[in-house]
C-alpha cells in the first residue's frame, strides 16, 4: 500500500435528536434518564390481551415530522415517523453551518431491528382477509425504505445504507457511519436508528417469555425480564477538522467501534460472554484505548436472567481488572428495549454523560446478584469524572457491537493507523437459478439458457438445491430458506477458498449478508397465526428467525466464523453493499477474511407483493424484454487481506480495487430518471482507484427489464463511457435476484477471468429507491495494484 502521510480522519458528534418514551427530544431522553425516572408504562396504542405485560417504552405525546415522504393517503408508517423527528433535531443541533456541506458529501446510515413493521402488518392482513390491498404499504416494508425516506428529506446524495443486525443495529450504523467520514467518503453523516412496537413484536417476546411484567430492572436478582420500548436516535458525525472550520458543535467524538459474532445460539447470548468481550477488545484496539481508560459503560442491559450475568462476564473479560473501577448502568431500565434503536439513544445517553460528567443509574434495582457484580450504579445518578466512555449492544443471532466514545479534545495522541491492504477475492459460492455451483452459473451464462420460468401468470426464478450435502436434517430443522441459503453458500465459498476455520483464525474470519427482503418465509410463518389467531399462537420456534440477521446467526455457528458480523440491506443492492464492507473491514484490519452473502429468497407473497406494483414480466416479455423475472439467490463471495491470501497460498480470483457509493436524494422509492447519481458513482469509483474509463473492458450492469431504471443506467454508461462500452445484463437470463444482483454479477466476472483474458471491469448496483453503488474488479497481480490507501 502507499505509504501513510497523515494522521487518521477524527470524527465528531455535532449534533443529536431522539424521541423516546421519555418525550420529544434529547434533552427530555437525558433529564428523565439522569434523575431515573422510568418512562415504562401502560401500553395505549397497541391492543395488550393476552400478553404477559401491559407496559412498555411507548412514544405516548403527540407529533409530526416536518417532511413527509411516499406512503398511502391516511396512512403513517411510525417507524419513518420517528427516524424524521430525532433527525430534523440532530441537524437543527448542529446548526446552520451544516448547510455549507454539498448534498454529495453527506452520507447516512441507519439501523433497525423490524423496519416498516406496521406497514407490513396492515398489508398482510389485508391479503389473507381478502381485504382491499393498498400495493404502496410493500414499498414502506424493507429497512432501506427507511434510510432513503430520511435520505430523500435531508437530500443525502452521498452513500446511503441500512444495517438491520437486530438490537445492535444502531451502535453498528454509528461505527459505520464514522468509517464512511474517516475512510474520506463522507464529510458529514446523519445517523441513528429507529423501531415502533408492533403486535408481532409484542407477540414474539410474549412466546419467547421475555417480557417482564413490571418495568425491566437489570442486574438485580428479581428481575423478571425485558421491557420493550420504541423510538429513535439520530446523530450528525462530521469530519473534526471540517467542524472547526465551519463552527460546528463539537459534542463528544467517536474514536472507534467493534464487531463480534457469538456463533453460539439464535437468542442467548454465549454465557461466558465470550463473543461480545471480541467486540469491546476491537473497539478499545481500533481507538487506542486502554482499558482502564474506560470510565463508563452504557451496557445493554436487558434485565433478562441469561442476558445480564452474560454481559456481566463480557465486561470483565473486555475491560479486564479496569472493570472493577468502571461504572455501569442500563438506559433499558427507564425507556425499555428499543430494539435497532437502542444503540442510538443509549449513545446519545452516553455523550450527555460525557458532556456533564455524570454516570446515569440503572432503575429499578433492588436486589444485588452474586452473578452481575459490577457497579451499576443503582437508582440515581453519580458523579463521574471521565473523558472515555463505552456503549455496548448485543442481539439475537450473536451479533455484537461496541462503541467507543469521548469528550472531544481530550484525547491528544493520535489515532492507530489501520495496517491497510489490498482485498482479494479468494472463494465463490453460488445458488443461482441455474444451479447450485459457480460453474453451473457460468455454464448457463455462456450458453444464454434461460433461468426463470413462468409461475401464477409472471416469470421468477426459483434456486432447486439439496441441502442435505451441507446440514444435517437436525441442523436445518429451525433454519428458513434464507438460513439455509446462507450457510450452503458460505460453505461452497470456504471450499473453493480453500479456507479452513480453525481456533488460531476464526475470531478474524467474519460473515456479512447483503439481503433486500430479508426473512419473508419466517415472517409470514410466524405472522399469519398471529393475525388470525391472537398472540396465544405465536410460535416462539420460528421468532428468532423473523429478524434480518438470523441468517448471519447460523452461518457463524454452523461454519464457526466469530469475527464481524453485519448485515446489510440495502435493497436490490444488498449483496454489492455487503461486498464494499467487507472491503472495508478486511483493508484496514478488521478481519483477515470476510464471507460477503448476498441472499434473498421467494415466498407467494413476495410475488403477491412486486406483482401489485405492476413491475414483473408476464408470460411472453415485450421485445425488448421488459418487466422483471423475480428470482431468488444465494451468492457467498471469500475477500481476503493480500497478506492473509499469500501467507496461506491461496488461489486468487483477482482484486477489489475499490468502490463507490453515491444516492439520488430523491425519497422513498425515488430514484434519477437520468441516472445522475449512478454516475457519480462509477466516476467516483474510478477516480479512487485511479483507473480511466478507456481501461475498463466491460461494465457488468444492473439491468433488469424495469424500463425507468434500466433507461437511467443506460445513460449513465453513455456519458461515462460512450456508447462503445461492452455492457453485460446477467439478469435478463437469471432474474433479478433482489438483493443478490450486485454479487451474482461479481462471481459471473471473476469466473469468466477464469476462461477469457482478464481485464478491468465495473460492478454496477442500484437499490429502487436511488442508492448506487460501483465495484471496480482489476486482475490480480503481484506488484501493488490500483486501490484505495
Known amino acids: 500500500m502507499s505509504a501513510i502521510t497523515s494522521d487518521p480522519i477524527r470524527v465528531v458528534v455535532a449534533g443529536v435528536g431522539a424521541i423516546t418514551a421519555q418525550g420529544m427530544g434529547a434533552d427530555a431522553l437525558w433529564e428523565g434518564v439522569k434523575a431515573g425516572r422510568v418512562a415504562i408504562r401502560p401500553v395505549q396504542r397497541l391492543p395488550m390481551d393476552g400478553y404477559r405485560t401491559q407496559i412498555g417504552g411507548e412514544v405516548q405525546q403527540e407529533f409530526l415530522p416536518e417532511h413527509d415522504y411516499r406512503r398511502p393517503e ?30 454529495e458529501r453527506w452520507g447516512l446510515v441507519i439501523g433497525t431491528c423490524n423496519t416498516g413493521m406496521l406497514s407490513g402488518e396492515r398489508w398482510y392482513s389485508d391479503q389473507i382477509s381478502g381485504q382491499p390491498v393498498d400495493p ?8 432501506q425504505a427507511l434510510a432513503e425516506a430520511v435520505a430523500g428529506a435531508f437530500e443525502v446524495k452521498g452513500p446511503v445504507l441500512s444495517i438491520d443486525t437486530a438490537c445492535a443495529a444502531s451502535a453498528n450504523a454509528i461505527g459505520l457511519a464514522a468509517e464512511l467520514v474517516r475512510t474520506g467518503q463522507a464529510d458529514a453523516v446523519l445517523t441513528g436508528g429507529s423501531d415502533a ?7 414474539g417476546f410474549n412466546a419467547l417469555q421475555s417480557l417482564s411484567p413490571e418495568p425491566a430492572a437489570p442486574y438485580s436478582r428479581d428481575r423478571q425480564g425485558l421491557s420493550l420500548g420504541e423510538g429513535s436516535g439520530m446523530l450528525v458525525l462530521v469530519r473534526e477538522d471540517l467542524a472547526r472550520e465551519i463552527g460546528l458543535p463539537m459534542l463528544a467524538e467517536v474514536l472507534a467501534y467493534g464487531l463480534s459474532a457469538d456463533g453460539y ?22 481507538a487506542g484505548v486502554s482499558p482502564d481508560e474506560v470510565r463508563y459503560v452504557n451496557s445493554h ?20 481488572e479496569a472493570a472493577q473501577h468502571v461504572l455501569v448502568s442500563s438506559t433499558k431500565s427507564m425507556i425499555g428495549h428499543l430494539l435497532g434503536a437502542a444503540g442510538a439513544a443509549e449513545a446519545i445517553v452516553t455523550i450527555r454523560a460525557l458532556q456533564e460528567q455524570v454516570a446515569p443509574p440503572t432503575a429499578n434495582y433492588r436486589e444485588p446478584d452474586p452473578e452481575c457484580d459490577l457497579d451499576y450504579v443503582p437508582n440515581a445518578a453519580r458523579p463521574l469524572a471521565m473523558d472515555v466512555a463505552m456503549s455496548n449492544n448485543f442481539a439475537f443471532g450473536g451479533a455484537n457491537a461496541s462503541l467507543i466514545l469521548a469528550r472531544p479534545g481530550t484525547r491528544t495522541m493520535p489515532l492507530p493507523h489501520p495496517d491497510l491492504d489490498r482485498v482479494v477475492v479468494t472463494g465463490l459460492g453460488v445458488l443461482s437459478t441455474a444451479g447450485a455451483g459457480v460453474d453451473q452459473l457460468w455454464d448457463a451464462f455462456v450458453t444464454e439458457r434461460e433461468c426463470t420460468r413462468i409461475e401464477y401468470g409472471v416469470r421468477v426464478g426459483r434456486v432447486e ?11 436445518r430443522r429451525r433454519m428458513d430458506r434464507l438460513g439455509i441459503f446462507s450457510v450452503i453458500a458460505s460453505r461452497l465459498a470456504l471450499q473453493d477458498a480453500g479456507l479452513e476455520l480453525t481456533d488460531d483464525n476464526r475470531n478474524r474470519i467474519g460473515t456479512l449478508l447483503g439481503t433486500g427482503i430479508g426473512p419473508m418465509e419466517s415472517m409470514e410463518e410466524f405472522t399469519r397465526p398471529v393475525v388470525q389467531e391472537g398472540p396465544a399462537a405465536a410460535n416462539p420456534a420460528v421468532f428468532p428467525n423473523t429478524v434480518y440477521n438470523a441468517a448471519t446467526g447460523q452461518v457463524a455457528m454452523q461454519v464457526g466464523a466469530l469475527g464481524p458480523t453485519s448485515t446489510i440491506t440495502a435493497g436490490h443492492a444488498a449483496g454489492a453493499s455487503a461486498i464494499c464492507y467487507g472491503y472495508d473491514l478486511t483493508s484496514r484490519d478488521q478481519a483477515d477474511a470476510m464471507i460477503c452473502l448476498a441472499v434473498d429468497t421467494l415466498t407467494d407473497t413476495v410475488i403477491r407483493g412486486y406483482q401489485g406494483l405492476g413491475m414483473l414480466a408476464g408470460e411472453t416479455r415485450s421485445a425488448d424484454g421488459r418487466g422483471i423475472a423475480l428470482a431468488e439467490a444465494g451468492i457467498a463471495i471469500v475477500v481476503e487481506r493480500l497478506s492473509a491470501a499469500r501467507s496461506r497460498g491461496a488461489r486468487i480470483y483477482g482484486e477489489l480495487s475499490g468502490y463507490a457509493i453515491a444516492s439520488d436524494g430523491l425519497g422513498l422509492g425515488q430514484y434519477d430518471r437520468e441516472g445522475k447519481g449512478l454516475e457519480r458513482a462509477m466516476r467516483q469509483a474510478l477516480e479512487r482507484t ?13 439491468l433488469m427489464g424495469h424500463q425507468p431504471a434500466d433507461d437511467a443506467e443506460s445513460a449513465a454508461i453513455e456519458r461515462v463511457f460512450g456508447d462503445s462500452a461492452r455492457v453485460v445484463a446477467p439478469k435478463r437470463q437469471f432474474g433479478e435476484p433482489m438483493g443478490a444482483g450486485g454479487a451474482l454479477s461479481t462471481a459471473l466476472a471473476l469466473q469468466g ?3 477469457r483474458p482478464p481485464g478491468v471491469v465495473l460492478v454496477n448496483s442500484s437499490s429502487m429507491g436511488g442508492t448506487h453503488f460501483s465495484l471496480v474488479l482489476v486482475p490480480y497481480r503481484e506488484h501493488e495494484g490500483n486501490g484505495r490507501g
Open 136 to 143: 404502496e404499504l410493500v414499498v414502506l416494508v424493507p429497512p
Open 74 to 103: 391516511e396512512f403513517r408508517e411510525l417507524v419513518i415517523d420517528f427516524a424524521l423527528k430525532a433527525a430534523e433535531e440532530a441537524v437543527a443541533a448542529a446548526g446552520d453551518g451544516v448547510k455549507q456541506i454539498p448534498p
Open 265 to 286: 445460539h439464535p437468542t442467548a447470548p454465549h454465557p461466558e460472554g465470550k463473543g461480545a468481550s471480541r467486540a469491546m477488545h476491537a473497539a478499545l484496539r481500533a
Open 197 to 203: 412496537l408492533s403486535t408481532v413484536l409484542f407477540a
Open 753 to 755: 477471468w477464469e476462461h
Open 301 to 320: 442491559g436487558t434485565g433478562t436472567p441469561k442476558n445480564d450475568p452474560a454481559e456481566t462476564k463480557a465486561t470483565k473479560l473486555g475491560l479486564g
Open 465 to 475: 438445491v439439496d441441502p442435505s450435502p451441507f446440514l444435517s436434517p437436525r441442523e
Open 690 to 702: 485511479g483507473i480511466g474509463p478507456n481501461e475498463v473492458t466491460a461494465i457488468w450492469s444492473g
